[in-house]
């Protein structure tokens, strides 16, 4: 039949002789007119105009602007593109019905579904251009369309279409919406005034988008991109070819600000506070607060949710329907013996009796057209893409929110920490520990709340409306199964609740298990040489076992929570089938079956997820309690800070009543009002008795909180331009005088004055914007009066050395290198690697106290500030540096500029340099002025003073070691500096040649960046056990075998009861064929649930012996590594391996990948299932299959980007937060408030707008495959229904794979989410594997330890033949065919600079170093022969830096427990420290905290001596063990390895040349070659030898460390030894005094117990240094001397002729000639 428009069943189809009115065809043929025309308009302009310049496709987004109206638009255009699909289907159905076919049924429809989807395109291009004159086109069309449906309208009325007919229902709206349509598009005529007005409005887009930084479009897109975030697609795209960084992702839009959610928030705390009245010092609840500030969008969340569950459940009614349908069409096919055979058909003859026609033509009824199975599987398929668009707006609108307040929470707490009092802090009222939580955690907590906040609501409806659709389809049934899911909910609560108990207890666990790790890595050179890192790592390993425990809880409940979500709704299914067949005489029906199966599947989520949602809201609570109580915490005083006697309001952002909220969105709005939030500062007027005078204090009482005064009766001036000290004992109240000045006290009474601020200042900084106004200063460009402060404990930032001095303040190239060398940083930033760009503190390199100390002073003077206050900026320093800064820094650089300043010290010495003194005792003043006038008006105070300042001066000249503390401080940075660099050098040439490879071969690099760690993740699974992986697989394997096997069962007892029963006896063999199926049925539920508990305990059990092997073969390769390793790698990294990359391996893995396996074969099961049912779903495979590859490639790899970046950018946050509550108060003396303000809100912006892309990323994945999921379900629904009668299938099988299909929509995103969270995880097995990979010590040796004597060494002899060493094969040798025989008991020192292998060569008898050739022989057994612990478990060493373990002192003698009491305490004498550690509570088993913090230097270093003592070792090495004590702590150690040492060879590494002096061989090593071997005396008499250069280098020290411990000359080593120092030394004016005192000793003492050549070497030493009162007793030596030789008969000596040697060059021939008449 030929096809005509009109169809061929009327003559009169064309006939109008009626009117062209009433006739329906020309009607409908009118209705094209509209969508041609506008086909027609806008083609050559999309096309041909914006088309054709493909260069402006893709229009920047700082055009784009959105008309009134918009949104409103595009949903009218959205339900109008669904009314016309459903004109299109109503049209096709009733064409179906004709005998012939009709086109105008839905061409019209089809026509305007094109141009309705074209109008909205040209719509969103003149938006995006701002071009609205164009909107004309549309408007035209607006009214064109709206004339033509209308008349379509009346003509149905005038026909007697009445709204039972479904096409008059749709004609209806589509008059509503096209005059909707048309009132939108004359509202954006009125508006901007175009078309009919002569001069339109000109509108500019959003001030966002006009910033070219700002890359966030979510707000600013249209409703289309909104929902499938199209916009994404540009960076997710750009991720496949370059990292994304936060360049690529760019800035937050206004409105999601940290600073804009802020204002917010305080707005609605002001209003709530406002409108109850509450009183000003008490803050209201934060809740309500939340509620007005962010009510509206969870409001907006939870209707998206609503709508989204109420689609939801259009699945299972589709399914019911659909498969019922089908059933019906089977039986009427039955019926009529086939005759019929399709279901176009069965519907003809069912309702050919109702048909209903008019104007010729079938008019369907709503209820036929919802009946058609090929309507139903598209209004399935449209519900599922609603449901889920619904769904992901309602999770991207929720998380938004809680992103916004999370940001405005910070910036409410970090403004609070601000302005918190001291007290709080330095009492213990707020810990750092505090703040750090309430930041990382009570934050997180309520941003989690508000992201399930609109599941608190939703749920239960959804449970509700899941109850009765289950009761209207299985009766009383589905409130028994129903009941059994809502039974157990609360035993899933309680699992929840011991899986947070099992974590907090696992967190505790692991926290002890790194405090022992950090340990071992810190203290690892020492356990390595003493042979203990087995015992501490058993330590580690003790605790990891308790670790692990406290995890197999965790894992068995992790189990428990995975099996009841599995096994629940398998549970609830049996009993609910099983009781309707119970209790039902109607046999279980497919449609009933699979619909309920779905609607238990929905139902089961709500009642899991709402015990998590409960805990959470608890969580929250507790959190919102916590925020309230710091909130309400006491804050600084607002009186006193510099500014006299008026208050200062420190409250930061008070909101200005004129300032409406739209105005956060506009940034030009927004920072003319914030400059209006401040409370003007009121100005102080100097008064004429402060005329000169800087700060004054009258009847001032200070407290630090709780009621008591700390300062009393202070009345003080700080003078004008002038040095100020500030003096005192220790406790006094010096600091705390200086922050009270600085208003950081509480003061209960009395005056503080700071003179005049000029009216042009700035006053102090609290806006937030303040960063935006410009400062007003002085033509000198000093700020009037700003305070530049120096605390005691130096504060320093996580950032670069630079930036701590500038600190803010522009960079000057001259005035910094000025502040470097008057803070004499210089020598210290050369070591650094990257010079003043290195970062330093937490996350940079850590520096010693001094340089902190000069760093934090440096910053002090580099702020041209009027005035600075130094707290004690000596204490850390030494002597020299202390008199350099002292010079230098504040008698030049800031004296001599005019300064103010105020300086507390304890170095009465430069009270001289002084203009004023401030003098303090025990809280109080005791006077203040110059010194002079201390010394007329308080002589006592003032001697005092005088006799203290003697003692320092004494101290200047014995204190020259401090020197060397400073060049071992920068000796100790080079160290550190050295390994990382070289580390840092091979990791830059890998990097280059990474480099040079992958700019020669780009795709590799993209090949690598979207390849799955594979190798990672078989690493993983091995880990676990090959049995366990096994076990793993086959059962998850056999899992979902069964599951399918009981869905398969159910599909054919549904099925099996279709056939019709004739007989009675046919009845009864249903019933036992029903109870043969229920029998089978619960059997397969049974083995189905037993293998849910299998595959979940598999999966965690599995995981858990993974972390367990993972982790202590990470210990013991770590503990085996050779000490290069330790030197290479960076503490810190070693320890992530066992923090953040164990913590990954052992709690997040096991579940990702659960869910990953569960959701995979979830969705292969499915795809399976449906390829089964229906064959020809495979077509449609292929391009789901392209689809899905594409969307999950490049999905993971951006995924995987922002994560990191998230990461990334949260710690710099945290940092922040605790280094401002640490530096508070300079912070505030320095008035950088606004400052750190500012830099706290772009970091929250920067964490914030990386969880906005990473969840926009997430939505976009699951959108795309929630998309493709509906795809899966529509294809499997068509291919059901076409093919239900050509395949005979079965209801119950078309339901079985439409079940299936809608669980694709469920699991496929997260198939692609748990892929890539596993990628991002793998990386920490990936790194955890790299560390596996190193190269362990060869403990092993050719000797077995039963051959080794158990005395060995037992005399200590060495020779060393022919040795080479080098750190590595691949390096240089350190050590070149040295040679070296000690005897036994032979006291050995060894000398060199920097290195020259000395150390090095003290490794190589502990073999900590490669010796590749030559040997070390120690009595007679070569030591490369024996195992490493035998070695190293024999000899003793004493190192440079000491190591303390915590724990009690008797492990950290004798971890291995092998010694008595009575030795420990022998050896804690012998250390004398026996006193000591008896005053201690506990004795021998009193604690040593972390680190030995709780002892000094000096006393750890000789704990290290007396654990030495304990070994009882032959031979003892000392590593530069006097480096670091002082000189006192020196003298005990060298005396206890003389005496207690004696018999035992000792080997000393030298730093300081005087040690060795008395040795008895000195070896003296240049490049790994020993340059000088022989006796000390020897050496000394080549002059122009090494050692005698050190030697003069180092007399100084040498003489002034003898003489400060021997007062008496005790033997002839000693003796000449000062002989040859002063024979040296340049400059005797420091040691003259020291000589007189000697000689006045020596001449004192009885002539029998003296020793001739002492006498001798005295007067030599005494002539060289010409004093005259050594020379008077010189006459009188003479005569002590020959009586000396006539009663003991004792030669002279070889040392006195040496003596004469070095006499003759520096005394007169007369004194030579005489002193040679005394020898003789």
């Avoid at 569950?309 to 019922?324: H, M, N, R, S, T």
């Avoid at 999370?406 to 707020?430: F, P």
């Amino acid at each position: 039949m030929a096809l005509s428009f009109c169809g061929n069943d009327s003559v009169t189809a064309y006939n109008v002789d009626k009117g062209v009115l009433n006739n329906g065809c020309f009607v409908d043929a009118l209705n094209l007119v509209p969508h041609v025309f506008l086909l027609f308009i806008t083609f050559p302009i999309l096309f041909i105009g914006w088309g054709s310049q493909s260069s402006k496709v893709q229009i920047h987004h700082n055009t784009w602007l959105h008309f009134p109206g918009h949104s409103f638009r595009w949903i009218l255009t959205f339900i109008l593109l669904f009314v016309l699909v459903c004109e299109i289907a109503e049209g096709m159905v009733s064409d179906r019905k004709m005998n012939t076919r009709h086109p105008h049924l839905f061409m019209p429809a089809t026509m305007g579904f094109i141009a309705a989807t074209t109008s909205i395109v040209y719509y969103h291009n003149i938006e995006t251009s701002n071009f609205p004159k164009l909107l004309l086109a549309l408007f035209i069309y607006w009214v064109l369309a709206f004339i033509t449906t209308f008349i379509k309208l009346v003509n149905y009325s005038n026909h007697g279409v009445t709204m039972f007919q479904l096409r008059f229902c749709i004609t209806l709206m589509s008059v509503f919406l096209y005059g909707s349509l048309m009132a939108v598009e004359i509202n954006v005529i009125l508006f901007r005034k175009y078309v009919f007005f002569n001069n339109p409005k000109k509108v500019k887009p959003p001030e966002d988008l006009q910033d070219l930084g700002v890359r966030f479009l979510q707000p600013f897109v249209n409703l289309l991109s909104k929902a499938t975030y199209w916009w994404m697609n540009t960076l997710i795209i750009s991720a496949h070819k370059r990292p994304i960084d936060l360049k690529a992702i760019g800035k937050l839009p206004i409105a999601t600000r940290a600073l804009t959610n802020y204002m917010l928030l305080k707005e609605a705390y002001e209003e709530q506070k406002k409108n109850e009245g509450v009183p000003e010092g008490r803050h209201l609840s934060v809740w309500r607060s939340m509620y007005r500030a962010y009510g509206r969008p969870i409001l907006l969340s939870s209707t998206f949710r609503y709508l989204a569950d109420l689609l939801g459940f259009a699945g299972p009614l589709c399914v019911y329907k659909i498969v019922d349908h089908l059933t019906k069409t089977a039986k009427l096919n039955d019926t009529f013996n086939g005759t019929i055979n399709t279901t176009e058909g069965v519907d003809a003859a069912v309702y050919q009796a109702d048909q209903v026609k008019f104007l010729d033509v079938y008019f369907l009824s709503s209820k036929e057209f919802l009946e058609n199975a090929y309507v139903l599987a598209v209004l399935l398929f449209l519900a599922l893409i609603l449901q889920r668009t619904f769904l992901q707006a309602s999770y991207y609108v929720a998380i938004e929110t809680g992103i916004n307040l999370r940001g405005a929470l910070l910036a409410m707490i970090y403004n609070k920490i601000l302005c918190l009092s001291t007290s709080n802090m330095s009492m213990g009222e707020m810990t750092l520990g505090q703040i750090n939580n309430l930041v990382a955690i009570e934050t997180n907590q309520l941003m989690w709340f508000l992201f399930l906040c609109p599941n608190l609501w939703a749920m239960p409806v959804q449970i509700i409306m899941g109850v009765i659709l289950l009761y209207y389809m299985l009766g009383i049934s589905a409130l028994i199964g129903a009941s059994v899911i809502a039974l157990l909910a609360p035993l899933q609560y309680f699992v929840a609740t011991k899986l947070a108990d099992a974590q907090k207890s696992t967190l505790d666990y692991s926290t002890e298990r790194l405090k022992n790790t950090n340990e071992i890595l810190k203290g690892i050179k020492l356990l390595k040489l003493y042979a203990w890192e087995h015992i501490f790592c058993n330590n580690v390993e003790k605790t990891r076992m308790q670790e692990l425990t406290s995890l197999k809880s965790f894992a068995l409940y992790t189990s428990l929570s995975m099996f009841m979500n599995a096994a629940i709704p398998i549970a609830a299914v049996l009993v609910t089938f099983v009781a309707y067949t119970h209790f039902n005489t109607p046999n279980l029906s497919s449609a009933v079956a699979f619909a309920s199966l779905s609607l238990f599947n929905i139902l089961v989520t709500p009642l899991f997820l709402l015990s998590t949602v409960v805990r959470f809201t608890v969580k929250a609570l507790v959190s919102e309690q916590k925020l309230n109580e710091f909130l309400t915490s006491d804050e600084i005083s607002s009186e006193g800070f510099r500014g006299g006697e008026t208050s200062l309001n420190v409250e930061t952002c008070k909101k200005h009543s004129g300032v409406h909220t739209k105005a956060l969105h506009r940034r030009h709005a927004l920072k003319g009002n914030l400059e209006g939030y401040e409370q003007p500062l009121k100005r102080y007027i100097r008064s004429r008795e402060t005329e000169d005078v800087l700060v004054k204090i009258t009847n001032g009482y200070f407290s630090w909180g709780s009621g008591v005064v700390n300062l009393s009766d202070i009345s003080i001036r700080i003078p004008t331009g002038q040095l100020t000290m500030i003096v005192g004992q220790v406790g006094c109240g010096k600091s705390s005088l200086l922050l009270a000045t600085l208003g950081e006290m509480l003061k209960v009474s009395g005056h503080v004055h700071w003179s005049k601020e000029p009216e042009n200042e700035m006053s102090q900084e609290t806006s937030w914007s303040a960063h935006e106004i410009e400062p007003v200063l002085e033509s000198s460009g000093r700020i009037q009066h700003s305070v530049a402060y120096s605390a005691q404990k130096p504060w320093l930032l996580n950032t670069t050395v630079e930036e701590n001095i500038t600190f803010g303040s522009p960079f000057m190239k001259q005035r910094y290198k000025a502040v470097i060398d008057a803070c004499s940083l210089q020598p210290d930033v050369d070591l650094l690697p990257f010079g003043d760009q290195t970062e330093i503190g937490e996350r940079g390199i850590n520096l010693s106290g001094g340089q902190r100390q000069r760093i934090s002073v440096a910053r002090a003077l580099y702020q041209e500030t009027t005035t600075v206050f130094l707290d004690d900026p000596f204490s850390a320093l030494d002597i020299h540096l202390s008199d350099h800064l002292m010079q230098e820094g504040i008698l030049k650089f800031l004296r001599e500029d005019k300064r103010t300043i105020a300086l507390v010290t304890h170095k009465l010495q430069y009270l001289t340099h002084a203009d004023w003194i401030i003098a303090m005792k025990d809280g109080s003043i005791i006077r203040e002025g110059t010194l002079k006038d201390f010394q007329l008006h308080d002589v006592e105070l003032y001697e005092q003073w005088k006799s203290l300042m003697n003692r320092q001066d004494q101290e200047f000249e014995k204190e020259t070691e401090g020197e060397s503390q400073t060049i071992l401080e920068r000796k100790t940075l080079r160290r550190a500096m050295y390994s990382r660099e070289a580390k840092g050098q091979m990791d830059d040439e890998d990097e280059e040649e990474d480099e040079e490879d992958d700019e020669d071969n780009m795709s590799t690099v993209m090949r690598l960046r979207t390849k799955m760690p594979w190798r990672a993740f078989w690493r993983y699974l091995t880990s676990g056990g090959f049995l366990l992986l096994f076990l793993l697989i086959s059962s998850k394997l056999l899992k979902h075998s069964v599951m399918v096997a009981i869905d398969i069962w159910l599909a054919k007892w549904t099925s099996v009861h279709m056939t019709p029963t004739s007989s009675n006896n046919n009845a009864v063999m249903d019933k036992a064929d029903q109870n043969y199926y229920k029998v089978w049925y619960s059997l397969l539920c049974s083995v189905g649930i037993i293998l849910c508990l299998i595959t979940s305990l598999t999966v965690e059990w599995m995981g858990l012996t993974a972390a367990r092997n993972l982790h202590r073969n990470l210990l013991n390769k770590i503990i085996l590594a050779p000490v290069r390793f330790f030197d290479l790698t960076p503490l810190g990294q070693i320890l992530n391996r066992f923090s953040a990359d164990t913590n990954i391996i052992d709690q997040h893995i096991p579940p990702t990948l659960e869910s990953l396996t569960r959701s995979t074969f979830l969705c292969l099961s499915a795809i399976g299932v449906l390829s089964y049912v229906t064959p020809i779903f495979l077509v449609a495979l292929l391009p789901f299959g392209v689809a899905f590859y594409f969307i999950q490639k490049y999905f993971r790899v951006a995924s995987k980007d922002l994560q990191e970046l998230d990461d990334s950018t949260q710690l710099p946050l945290l940092c922040h937060f605790s280094e401002t509550a640490e530096g508070l108060t300079t912070i505030r003396a320095f008035r950088h408030e606004s400052r750190f303000k500012q830099r706290m809100l772009e970091l929250t912006d920067a964490n914030n707008i990386t969880y906005l892309f990473l969840s926009a990323a997430n939505r976009w994945l699951e959108v795309r495959t929630d998309y493709l999921g509906a795809y899966i379900v529509l294809t499997a629904a068509l291919a059901s229904i076409m093919f239900s009668s050509y395949y005979n299938l079965s209801s119950g099988l078309i339901g079985f794979g439409l079940t299936y299909a809608l669980t694709v929509c469920n699991y496929l995103n997260w198939v692609v989410r748990n892929l890539a969270d596993l990628e991002v995880q793998m990386g920490a097995v990936k790194k955890v594997n790299s560390f596996l990979n190193i190269e362990s010590e060869n403990y092993e040796g050719t000797m077995d330890p039963s051959q080794v004597p158990e005395d060995w060494p037992q005399q200590g002899e060495i020779k060393i033949r022919d040795l080479c060493v080098r750190y590595d094969s691949s390096l240089k040798p350190v050590l070149k065919h040295v040679k070296a025989d000690i005897t036994p008991g032979q006291k050995v020192g060894i000398c060199g600079r920097t290195g020259s292998g000395k150390s090095s060569l003290s490794l190589a008898f502990f073999r900590m170093v490669d010796i590749f050739e030559g040997k070390i022989v120690i009595d007679g057994i070569d030591i490369s022969k024996l195992p490493l612990h035998t070695l190293r478990s024999r000899l003793s060493i004493i190192l440079q830096d000491p190591v303390l373990f915590s724990g009690s002192i008797r492990f950290n003698l004798d971890p291995e427990c092998k010694c008595t009491d009575d030795r420990l305490w022998e050896a804690l004498e012998i250390a004398q420290l026996k006193n000591m550690v008896k005053s201690l509570p506990g004795g021998l088993n009193a604690m040593v905290t972390e680190g030995g913090e709780n002892f000094s230097v000096g006393q750890r270093q000789l704990f290290s001596l007396a654990r030495a003592f304990v070994r009882k070792s032959s031979i003892l090495i000392m590593d530069e063990a006097t480096a670091s004590i002082d000189m006192a702590t020196e003298s005990i150690l060298q005396k206890v390895v003389m005496t207690a040492f004696a018999d035992r060879t000792v080997v000393t590494i030298a730093h300081r040349v005087h040690t060795i002096l008395t040795a008895d061989l000195v070896i003296v090593m240049k490049r790994g070659n020993i340059l000088e071997y022989d006796k000390p005396e020897s050496l000394l008499a080549h002059e122009g030898g090494m050692f005698a250069s050190f030697v003069k280098a180092d007399i100084p020290l040498a003489f002034l460390a003898y003489c400060e411990h021997n007062t008496h000359l005790h033997s002839p080593s000693e003796i000449w030894c000062l002989d040859f120092i002063l024979h040296f030394s340049s400059d005797t004016r420091h040691i003259r005094g020291k000589v007189n005192a000697m000689a006045d000793d020596l001449s004192r003492r009885n002539i029998d117990t003296l020793h001739t050549t002492t006498a001798i070497d005295f007067t030599t030493m005494a002539c060289a240094i010409c004093t005259e009162s050594c020379y008077a007793h010189f006459c009188h030596l003479g005569d002590i001397l020959i009586c000396s030789h006539a009663k003991t008969g004792l030669p002279v000596g070889r040392r006195p002729f040496l003596s004469l040697t070095s006499l003759r060059r520096w005394l007169p021939s007369w004194i030579f000639g005489f002193h040679l008449s005394v020898l003789w």
